[in-house]
C-alpha cells in the first residue's frame, strides 16, 4: 500500500504507475515503453508462494501487458485547473506534516521499537539515549518511516491532505472524480487505506505517556499493589511531551479525517463493506492488547531497583530506553548490572567457616525471573502483534 503498490487488484497494482491514459500517450505519439514491476519490501514473494498462485499471478500480468492499450480521455489529466490544484495541496499538506514537531514525536516515540528488526546496521550509538527524542525523520528510511504509521493506527503517509486539499471546491473535486477512471482508481487506494486507519488508536498510544493516567489508575482501589510503581510512572511522565504531541497531531488528522469524509460522500464508491468493518475491530483488539503490554512493561520497569551508575547508564536511563520500547538494549544493560553467573564463595574450597553473604546472586536470579524475563517475554509479545497489524495492511515482506 503505497510506494507505488496498490491494495485493490492485480490490475490496479500494475497500472497505477503508469496509468492507461498515460500509457495511451505513448502509444498515440508511438513511443514503445517497457514497463517494470517488482515484487519486494511489502508483499515480499507472497504471490510466488505455490506453483498455482504464480502461474495466477504472471497470468494478471500478461493480460494487463499484453492488451491493446486504448487512447482514453480522462479529465484527470484534461482538468488541471482541478487536478492539479488538488495534487499541489495534499503535497503540501504532507510536507507540513513532516516539518511539524508532533508528527516527528509520533513517528519517534516508540523509535524503532515497533518493528522486528531487519538486519541492517543498528543507526545509533547505545549509549546516545536522547536518539529518539532528537530523532530526524531523515534518519529514517521511507520503507521504516510508512511501517511505523501502519503501527500508530494511522497511514499519514496516504491519507492525509485529501481532504483538506479539496475543502475549497469538495464538489468539483468529487464530480472529477467520478468521471476520472485515473481518479477512482486512486481513491480505491485512498479507501483501502482508510478501511484500516484509526485515529483513536494513534491518540491511544499517546496516553500512555500522560502523567494523569498512571497517578488516577489507582483511585478505585482494586491495585493497591501497583500503587507505588503507578506514582513513580505519573512522576517520571510530569514533563514528558509525547502525550502532548501525539494529541495535537490526533486534533489535526480529524480536521482533515471529517473534510475527507465530506469529499467521499460526492464519490459513487458505495459503502464500507461488512467484513471492512470487521478488520477494523480485529485491529483494535490488537491495538488495545499492545498497549496493555506496554503498561505491563512500564510497571515493571519502573520496580527495577537502584543500581550504581556504571558505563555512563544509570537506572533513570534504563526508563527512558524502555519507554522509548529500546527493551532489548535496555534488558542487556540490565543484565550486565544484576549478574548471575558471577563466581561465588562455593564455587572454592575453603577449610576455614566463613560469614560472607551469599543470597545476592539468588536475588538477582529473582529479578531476572520476575522482571527481566517478564519484560522480554512481552515486549516478544508487541512484535509478534506488529506483524499481525502489518499482515493486514498487506505488508508481508
Known sequence: MGRGAHPSSMRDRLTYPMS????????????RTELEVSFQGGDGYLYFRSYDLALSTLTRIAEVECEDTPIIDDPFYTRTDLSLDFYRGVRQVQRDYLNDKSY?????????????????????????????????????????????????????????GVGTASKDDVEGIGELINNSARGQQIFRLFMASNSLASIKSLAAYGEIFTSAFWSSRTYRGTESQLENACLALAEKLENDDRSSQMRRLASRLRVDGLRFHRLLAQLDLGPLKEQDQDVRRQLGVLHALRICLMQHIFIKAVQIPAFSRRNDISRDDILDMILSLRITEALELLRRAFVISAPSINDF???EPTDYPSET???????????????????DLILRIGVAIANYFGAHG
Open 361 to 379: 546472586t539468588q536475588a538477582y536470579k529473582s529479578l531476572h525471573t520476575d522482571y527481566f524475563d517478564e519484560i522480554e517475554k512481552s515486549y
Open 20 to 31: 492507461i491514459w498515460a500509457r495511451g500517450q505513448f502509444k498515440k505519439h508511438h513511443l
Open 104 to 160: 516527528s514525536r509520533a513517528i519517534s516515540a516508540f523509535g524503532l521499537g515497533l518493528l522486528k528488526e531487519t538486519g541492517s546496521r543498528k543507526s545509533r550509538r547505545q549509549s546516545d539515549l536522547s536518539a529518539d527524542r532528537d530523532m530526524s525523520l531523515r534518519q529514517i528510511r521511507a520503507i521504516p518511516h510508512n511501517a511505523i504509521l501502519q503501527q500508530l493506527g494511522f497511514p499519514v503517509n496516504i491519507l492525509t
Open 349 to 351: 574450597e575453603i577449610d
